[in-house]
């Protein structure tokens, strides 16, 4: 993102972009893998990236900004580069394989080693029994390679985080170097799961392509991949990341983004079986996936009428529902289309997941505008620290202002240790504090409240706040 402002200027545009780019990106280096533990099933090529894009769990992350599609990207480059190593020079393919998995250390800490290493330290299950494989196996030599690029990883992560914990001070060395790995492995701080939790999720992840019955068939011919490379990759690939996650106790569903190539390059390998290929396919092929997306669209076209109560109530009232018809539209092109091609049929439903995804977003637009909006907070912020007034937030502040108002003077938290708000309060008696509540305190008047989600955002000066010093908890 930084380098983007460098070359284009401070923008907005610009940071919206990077998740989808480096989706693309995962979408070019999926069919670059497919092609490599696949070189004769030019249908496998096609349908992996085509499958992966369509998927809606990708779909939806691929337009958000986070961290996990670029994770996802530099997983499948260090992959692609291990797959290389069996055919190409070792050591240089592993140097490159450090390089990506370090980068994946710098977008989000030791985790991307649990997606790399599992296939890099199972070859012997694999590598011998690949298309692509063209030289013999030597054990001893690979797993040096493996240490090397471990030791490369782990020097780029290092050479960043050494400094920034000297600067950052003992808190955040903790942090950073401890418990913010540990403590989501046993009893999590935060997002603690029970074990089964992915296996659960797992079926709602995977549409729309659950209700493929293409798909299904083509998955009978499983027991004929056992002895394939490529196959036993991906399922290493998915498989040992699937229970590790699930064995640790902070979960989040977008953690097994990185896995889904796997899913798409066997799915993709999959369809490209011959008895599939040729299969002259029936009308519950498509009937079945068009019809669930007309039941989508036309939910979505009825919905500020149907009788929810409370908060869905209310939410679907503020959806722009009229834009259903455009799930209807699309579904019913596919519905009554008669396709004999695996290829052509996996597109059309990724153009259904497209979209609704496309839909859902606008018909939502009006309701995440208006409660999901921090802007105009943001800016009345900005406008205080320009009249020469510090502020600061109650509790722990997430940066979640100085983008939107471009603040230039730090915000402090307060109300984290012992003493900080008299410290904070004394050293700026007219200050302004942010505090963040599910139900304002009526103590006081503050100087303005802002709605934003559940919660309101309200502002206290100084002389409020030692008038009534705990009103800054949240209720």
């Given at each position: 993102?930084?380098?983007?402002?460098?070359?284009?200027?401070?923008?907005?545009?610009?940071?919206?972009?990077?998740?989808?780019?480096?989706?693309?990106?995962?979408?070019?280096?999926?069919?670059?893998?497919?092609?490599?533990?696949?070189?004769?099933?030019?249908?496998?090529?096609?349908?992996?990236?085509?499958?992966?894009?369509?998927?809606?769990?990708?779909?939806?992350?691929?337009?958000?900004?986070?961290?996990?599609?670029l994770?996802?990207?530099?997983?499948?480059?260090?992959?692609?580069?291990?797959?290389?190593?069996?055919?190409?020079?070792?050591?240089?393919?592993?140097?490159?394989?450090?390089?990506?998995?370090?980068?994946?250390?710098?977008?989000?800490?030791?985790?991307?080693f649990?997606?790399?290493?599992?296939?890099?330290?199972?070859?012997?299950?694999?590598?011998?029994?690949?298309?692509?494989?063209?030289?013999?196996?030597?054990?001893?030599?690979?797993?040096?390679?493996?240490?090397?690029?471990?030791?490369?990883?782990?020097?780029?992560?290092?050479?960043?985080a050494?400094?920034?914990?000297?600067?950052?001070?003992?808190?955040?060395?903790?942090?950073?170097?401890?418990?913010?790995?540990?403590?989501?492995?046993?009893?999590?701080?935060?997002?603690?799961?029970?074990?089964?939790?992915?296996?659960?999720?797992?079926?709602?992840?995977?549409?729309?392509?659950?209700?493929?019955?293409?798909?299904?068939?083509?998955?009978?011919?499983?027991?004929?991949?056992?002895?394939?490379?490529?196959?036993?990759?991906?399922?290493?690939?998915?498989?040992?990341?699937?229970?590790?996650?699930?064995?640790?106790?902070?979960?989040?569903?977008?953690?097994?983004l990185?896995?889904?190539?796997?899913?798409?390059?066997v799915?993709?390998?999959?369809?490209?079986?011959p008895?599939?290929?040729?299969?002259?396919?029936?009308?519950?092929?498509?009937?079945?996936?068009?019809?669930?997306?007309?039941?989508?669209?036309?939910?979505?076209?009825?919905?500020?009428?149907?009788?929810?109560?409370?908060?869905?109530?209310?939410?679907?009232?503020?959806?722009?529902?009229?834009?259903?018809?455009?799930?209807?539209?699309?579904?019913?092109?596919?519905?009554?289309?008669?396709?004999?091609?695996?290829?052509?049929?996996?597109?059309?439903?990724?153009?259904?997941?497209?979209?609704?995804?496309?839909?859902?977003?606008?018909?939502?637009?009006?309701?995440?505008?208006?409660?999901?909006?921090?802007?105009?907070?943001?800016?009345?912020?900005?406008?205080?620290?320009?009249?020469?007034?510090?502020?600061?937030?109650f509790?722990?502040?997430?940066?979640?202002?100085?983008?939107?108002g471009?603040?230039?003077?730090?915000?402090?938290?307060?109300?984290?240790?012992?003493?900080?708000?008299?410290?904070?309060?004394?050293?700026h008696?007219?200050?302004?504090?942010?505090?963040?509540?599910?139900?304002?305190?009526?103590?006081?008047?503050?100087?303005?409240?802002?709605?934003?989600?559940?919660?309101?955002?309200?502002?206290?000066?100084?002389?409020?706040?030692?008038?009534?010093?705990?009103?800054?908890?949240?209720?």
């Open positions: 993102m930084t380098g983007g402002w460098h070359l284009l200027g401070f923008n907005e545009w610009w940071p919206r972009l990077v998740a989808p780019l480096f989706s693309i990106g995962s979408l070019i280096l999926t069919y670059r893998l497919s092609r490599i533990l696949w070189p004769n099933k030019e249908n496998a090529w096609n349908l992996s990236p085509i499958l992966l894009f369509g998927s809606f769990f990708w779909c939806v992350f691929s337009t958000l900004t986070m961290f996990d599609m994770l996802a990207f530099l997983t499948l480059l260090a992959i692609i580069n291990i797959v290389k190593a069996t055919y190409k020079n070792l050591w240089q393919c592993f140097v490159f394989v450090g390089i990506a998995t370090g980068f994946g250390v710098l977008s989000k800490g030791p985790a991307i649990l997606h790399v290493l599992p296939i890099a330290l199972t070859a012997p299950l694999w590598v011998p029994r690949l298309a692509c494989n063209e030289k013999a196996f030597e054990k001893k030599q690979w797993y040096k390679a493996v240490a090397l690029s471990f030791t490369i990883a782990v020097a780029i992560g290092l050479a960043w050494i400094p920034a914990s000297i600067s950052g001070g003992d808190a955040y060395r903790d942090a950073l170097f401890w418990s913010q790995s540990a403590g989501r492995m046993v009893d999590s701080f935060a997002h603690a799961r029970p074990f089964w939790w992915y296996a659960a999720a797992l079926p709602i992840l995977v549409l729309p392509w659950l209700l493929w019955p293409t798909l299904w068939r083509a998955g009978s011919y499983c027991n004929e991949l056992i002895e394939d490379g490529g196959f036993r990759l991906c399922f290493i690939w998915f498989i040992s990341a699937f229970v590790i996650f699930s064995v640790i106790s902070g979960k989040q569903l977008h953690y097994l990185p896995e889904f190539p796997a899913l798409a390059l799915g993709g390998r999959l369809l490209a079986t008895a599939i290929t040729c299969f002259k396919y029936h009308n519950i092929d498509r009937w079945l996936l068009g019809g669930a997306a007309l039941v989508l669209g036309g939910f979505l076209l009825l919905a500020s009428h149907l009788p929810f109560e409370g908060r869905t109530a209310s939410f679907l009232r503020e959806a722009d529902s009229v834009w259903g018809i455009l799930i209807i539209a699309v579904s019913s092109l596919y519905f009554f289309s008669h396709i004999n091609n695996p290829v052509h049929q996996a597109a059309r439903i990724a153009a259904i997941t497209g979209f609704s995804i496309m839909a859902i977003y606008l018909a939502a637009a009006p309701i995440l505008t208006k409660r999901y909006d921090l802007r105009k907070l943001a800016q009345h912020i900005s406008a205080l620290q320009s009249d020469g007034k510090a502020v600061a937030y509790g722990k502040y997430h940066g979640q202002f100085h983008f939107m471009q603040l230039k003077n730090a915000m402090p938290s307060i109300g984290l240790v012992s003493n900080d708000i008299s410290e904070f309060l004394n050293a008696p007219n200050g302004v504090i942010i505090a963040k509540y599910k139900t304002l305190p009526r103590k006081a008047d503050p100087l303005f409240t802002y709605r934003f989600r559940d919660y309101t955002y309200a502002a206290w000066s100084s002389a409020i706040m030692l008038a009534n010093p705990n009103i800054g908890d949240r209720r």
